[in-house]
């Protein structure tokens, strides 16, 4: 799955220089004995493309090495559920939307958020301007394709706000029903879907969209989540790992040629398709999510109080949770976050 | 320079007028020797018109006299004044040749 | 600085110029047409091209079409079992081998499960088999080859995709959905899709061959490459997706256009898709991929170029060996030229004698050399006799220099002189209008005391006048004698004259005798005109006239004498009619009445005053006009008398 988070851009340097004080201090962290690397094992919540390309490019460039973190990362896909890998232990770290995160969390699975990655919510509906779509009132009565599970909680609320009754149709992982108009609007990832329509010769200026994360449901998606008890275990670890993961973030916006190639080298060993232009989009969508504007240049990594409240309350209303975690117990953030 | 003839009863008239001069002389001796040689015997010459002679005038009319005279013809002058009776007068020719005041009285004697 | 150069480089320029106008024109057009006419062929043999391959395809597509299109309507009319359906999918494959999968997928909840019944019949190694699409991992009510056709209400092609596992087998699926009809209300049913190889299309659109290096491909309706020469390409590249990554906005544009449905012929220029060429697309109608064939230009164009490449290179052959042959004529006609300009130069000079150039042909050339040859003999003939002409002449002129001084040797020049006071003064000026003139003076001495004058003018000017003029001074001189009146002399000379003059000459002529001692002049006139007297008072007036005419007309004639007395300081001024009848440029005669005033307004009273007088004002009054007439003056003045004569 494609889970991530919208933000607004950044300049580079602030969070450079914020990100060279961390990692001038994180070796202190380390403790003094340990010698030896960390082992620990990651799986994202997706097969291998730009979405991680922050992950597998810190692999690569051995940033997690540098950590002390001796990582092994297992590709996603459909038939890796991460919460099922992280319940068994099978994962040290794995990656998932907020909103599943609280539910897994609500269904038992005592995870921990240590760093929110992406801030803003890539998820939107996309409409031809062609079908006579142009503002949310036009979807009435119209069919709408959606994904199903945490990608239909930002939809329905939205639908129930604007008091709108459309035709759900279940939609795959394909653009193809909504290219040949099986459905007037689809679900889409801004950094995913949006690009493979525009890929299959659709102007921008030709589609309608409703980015949720301007429509006042911006649920900050991908976030890196351990149990608690790992955590609580070795907090160094974690906080290296996230550490280490953000520092691959920044490498790869900065060398964004590198990081695509990266990324290319372990879709093709995961068999995944994968084409150069696509990745090119997806990983320059991903800075605008993962790297907030100047003014949260800050808050990288960081989950916003307000945001989980957002969510939480959303989860509760659809009755997808029953109690709303304390969001100091759920998120045990970085070192800018006065947690520990 | 041109010389005019014409006939009054038996009498060729010929008028000269302009100059008669070494230039002008040759034609006027050569009209008046053909009248000659057509046979007239009376010819009458009208200075009427004649503005100039030099001496090579005079020996031209002298020359048609003589020839004239050969002939038994008559050779006579009219309306002799200005420039060319001084000169008639000078030369003595006023007293060679027969000099008439007008043409009319010089018909009238040489039509006798 | 054209006009300065020669004939042959003004030929050649002219030569290439017009030469090189003329083969650009018809080298430009027939490019241009030929190119035009190729690109027309073009475009109908791109339009022909690609809709024939379009028709093979079509024809390969709409066989595989037919049959789920005619099983559905076996599905929908008839309740099949499991076994029947079983039948029915193998005869499926077995009825075309294109077919390497097909399927019947029904609506979950309609049959045994719950999670749906889609029985799947496919080839595998050489054996044809069976499975259940329905699992717990695949739901196919999500796939694309089972959403779309019951989305749409009806058949879809499939984007292409690999088969899965080993099979790399490049697929379609073709989908048709199929209806039940319950309580009166139609439902759908399930899909019956069918997967082909896409193998033969390959081989259809592979065998496309243009030229050398044409070719070409189809995109599907996504923009994906199916197939392609660069087998690196296909499924790997959109179309979008190189126009992207080479940000070329056109080739995003004629994708749009080509899964839009259109065709045409467009230039592309050297990119993703090849080197420059021109590229025809037209659509699969049947599931609405894109065929493009492309038309490499430079191959296209390569005959052409050849051919303008050769003609340009006859024509610069043709021009150049043009230009020698204008050099050759050229030079046939400038040797010939230049050669005559030398000669002509040399005749220029004197040298009549110089030799031309013998030119034996008949052209313009051999003409002018033959009237040039021609000129240059009369040339040389004519100057000849101008040379003996006028080596003649000179020598006429110069025998009539020699009579001038003949002539002017013998009249006197030397006054005879006397002690102040007695005898006469005396001065003279002649000038004759040509060369040798008619009139004369003389004086000489009879005795002592008795001298002779003698002004006299011949009826006529030149050589014929002065001889005349000669035989008359002669004769007076002769016949002049003491005690002889001056009439007397002028009766005999007359005589004499008039009977030998044939040429009707005559003279007019004065003639005075002056007795030095006494002042006694007499004298006689033989039509001349009157000398003039001044006395020494100042007084002048012409003398009187004896009115006896010209000498030498007729015999016979009787010369009178007169007589005047000449007293001290009186002046006798002979002259002939050369200055009373000297005219000006009006032709109006100086006139006896301004001789007389000049002569006494004469500021020197001596005799060379005098006259020195009247030439200044004849010379004043003659305005430049040529002198008519001889013109003569002899001044004589008495100065008193003579006791005795002196030598």
């Known amino acids: 799955m494609r889970p991530g988070s919208l933000g607004k851009m950044q300049k580079f340097r602030d969070l450079c220089l914020f990100l060279a004080a961390c990692i001038m201090l994180s070796p202190l962290c380390l403790r003094a004995d340990d010698g030896a690397l960390k082992k620990a094992v990651f799986l994202p919540q997706w097969v291998p493309q730009a979405q991680f390309a922050g992950y597998y490019t810190a ?146 200026e030709e589609l309608t969209t409703f980015s949720f994360a301007d429509l006042g ?124 | 320079m041109k010389v005019e003839t014409k006939k009054e009863n038996e009498v060729t008239v010929a008028t000269v007028i302009g100059r008669m001069d070494a230039l002008t002389t040759s034609e006027v001796e050569r009209t008046l020797m053909s009248l000659l040689d057509q046979g007239e015997m009376k010819l009458l010459i009208d200075l009427d018109g004649l503005d100039y002679i030099s001496s090579a005038g005079l020996r031209t009319l002298l020359a048609t006299a003589k020839r004239m005279k050969q002939r038994s013809g008559i050779m006579a002058f009219a309306n002799l004044k200005g420039h060319a009776k001084e000169v008639f007068e000078i030369s003595g020719f006023y007293s ?15 039509g006798r | ?46 339009r022909n091209l690609a809709q024939a391959t379009v028709g093979r395809i079509e024809a390969s597509l709409r066989s595989v079409q037919k049959i789920p299109l005619n099983d559905r309507y076996f599905v929908e009319s008839t309740p099949l079992d499991p076994a029947a359906l079983h039948d029915l999918l193998f005869n499926v494959l077995e009825s075309n081998a294109d077919i390497c999968g097909a399927a019947i997928a029904f609506e979950p909840g309609k049959r045994q499960n ?112 199916v197939t392609h020469p660069r087998s690196e390409l296909i499924m790997n590249a959109t179309i979008f997706g190189m126009a992207e ?65 050769i003609a340009f290179i006859l024509a610069v052959a043709g021009l150049a060996a043009l230009s020698g042959a204008v050099v050759i004529i050229a030079h046939s006609i400038t040797r010939p030229l230049r050669t005559m300009a030398q000669a002509a130069g040399h005749i220029a000079e004197g040298n009549f004698d110089t030799p031309l150039p013998v030119s034996l042909s008949g052209d313009e050339v051999g003409v002018m050399t033959k009237a040039f040859e021609d000129m240059r003999i009369s040339l040389k003939d004519y100057i000849e006799r101008l040379t003996e002409t006028t080596a003649a002449k000179q020598a006429i002129e110069s025998e009539l220099k020699v009579a001038r001084e ?86 005999t000379v007359n005589n004499e004259l008039a009977t030998d003059s044939g040429t009707n000459m005559f003279v007019t002529v004065f003639f005075a005798v002056l007795d030095i001692k006494t002042g006694e002049l007499l004298y006689a006139n033989g039509g001349h005109n009157p000398p003039i007297l001044i006395r020494s008072q100042g007084k002048a007036m012409p003398i009187e006239k004896t009115g006896n005419p010209v000498v030498g007309v007729i015999e016979g004639i009787e010369y009178g004498s007169k007589g005047l007395t000449l007293y001290p300081g009186d002046m006798l001024l002979l002259f002939t009619d050369g200055v009373t009848e000297a005219v000006n440029l009006r032709g109006e005669l100086f006139g006896d009445e301004r001789l007389l005033k000049e002569l006494s307004a004469a500021a020197d009273p001596s005799p060379s005053g005098r006259i020195e007088a009247v030439r200044q004002a004849l010379a004043r009054y003659s305005e430049g006009a040529p002198q008519a007439d001889d013109i003569t003056i002899l001044a004589v003045r008495y100065e008193g008398p003579l006791m005795e004569r002196e030598g």
């Open chain 3, 114 to 225: 719950v999670r749906g019944f889609a029985p799947y019949v496919y080839r595998s190694e050489w054996t044809i088999a069976f499975t259940e699409l329905a699992s717990e991992r695949i739901d196919y009510t999500l796939a694309d080859w089972y959403q779309i056709p019951r989305e749409l209400s009806g058949p879809e092609w499939s984007e292409p995709y690999y088969g899965e596992g080993q099979d790399r087998t490049l697929k379609s699926t073709y989908s048709v959905p199929f209806y039940m009809t319950a309580k009166g209300q139609k439902r759908l049913a399930g899909v019956i899709a069918v997967d082909i190889s896409l193998k033969r299309l390959q081989a259809i659109v592979s065998s496309v061959k243009v030229l050398q290096t044409g070719y070409a491909f189809l995109i599907s309706q996504n923009g994906t490459v």
């Open chain 3, 406 to 491: 003949i002539q002017m040797s013998i009249i006197p020049k030397t006054f005879p002189s006397f002690p102040a006071g007695t005898g006469v003064d005396m001065d003279a000026w002649i000038e004759p209008a040509r060369d040798v003139g008619g009139d004369f003076y003389d004086f000489f001495f009879l005795d002592r005391s008795r001298l002779c004058v003698v002004i006299a003018d011949v009826s006529d000017k030149g050589v014929p006048a002065s001889l005349f003029m000669a035989v008359t001074k002669t004769l007076i001189k002769a016949k002049a004698a003491p005690g002889k009146a001056p009439g007397d002399v002028l009766t």
């Open chain 1, 217 to 340: 449901l911006n649920f900050p998606e991908d976030g890196i989540y351990t149990l608690e008890e790992t955590r609580r275990r070795d907090p160094e670890l974690a906080r290296a790992f996230v550490m280490a993961s953000l520092e691959g973030w920044l490498y790869a916006f900065s060398h964004p040629k590198e990081a695509v190639d990266i990324v290319l080298k372990y879709a093709a060993e995961a068999k995944v398709p994968a084409n150069r232009a696509h990745q090119n989009w997806m990983l320059a969508r991903m800075k605008e999510l993962i790297v907030p504007s100047k003014e949260e240049a800050a808050g990288l990594g960081s989950l916003k109080q307000s945001d989980y409240a957002l969510v939480a309350r959303e989860l509760k209303e659809l009755k997808l949770i029953r109690n709303i975690p304390d969001f100091r117990e759920f998120y045990r953030g970085s070192a800018t976050d006065a947690q520990k």
């Open chain 2, 96 to 110: 060679l040749f027969t000099v008439y005041d007008s043409v009319e009285s010089a018909l009238e004697q040489l």
């Open chain 3, 245 to 309: 990554e080479a940000g070329d906005t056109s080739l995003r544009e004629l994708g749009r256009r080509m899964i839009k449905g259109e065709s045409g012929l467009v230039p592309l220029g050297p990119g993703p898709l090849g080197s420059a060429s021109l590229m025809y697309y037209a659509p699969i109608p049947s599931n609405n991929w894109s065929l493009a064939v492309v038309f490499p230009v430079a191959e296209l164009m390569a005959d052409v170029r050849r051919f303008s490449m």
């Open chain 3, 1 to 46: 600085m054209l006009r300065n150069r020669g004939i042959v480089f003004k030929l050649i320029a002219l030569v290439v110029t017009a030469g090189g106008f003329i083969f650009l024109c018809v080298f430009g057009y027939s490019y241009f047409f030929s190119r035009r006419t190729i690109e027309e062929n073009i475009n109908e043999s791109a």
């Open chain 1, 59 to 204: 692999y690569a460039k051995g940033i997690y090495r540098k950590h002390g973190i001796d990582l092994t990362i297992v590709p996603g896909g459909a038939d890796r559920p991460v919460s099922r890998y992280l319940e068994t232990g099978q994962a040290t770290f794995i990656t998932a939307w907020l909103s599943s995160a609280l539910q897994m969390r609500d269904k038992g699975i005592r995870l921990v958020n240590i760093g929110q990655v992406v801030q803003r919510s890539a998820l939107m509906l996309v409409a031809k301007k062609s079908s006579g779509i142009e503002k949310p009132r036009d979807l009435e009565g119209r069919k709408v394709g959606l994904w199903g599970g945490d990608f239909e909680i930002q939809p329905k609320a939205f639908f129930e706000r604007e008091g709108l009754h459309v035709k759900p149709v279940r939609q795959s992982f394909s653009v193809n029903l909504f290219l040949r108009g099986g459905v007037d609007a689809a679900s889409a990832m801004w950094y995913n879907e949006y690009h493979a329509i525009i890929n299959a010769g659709i102007n921008p």
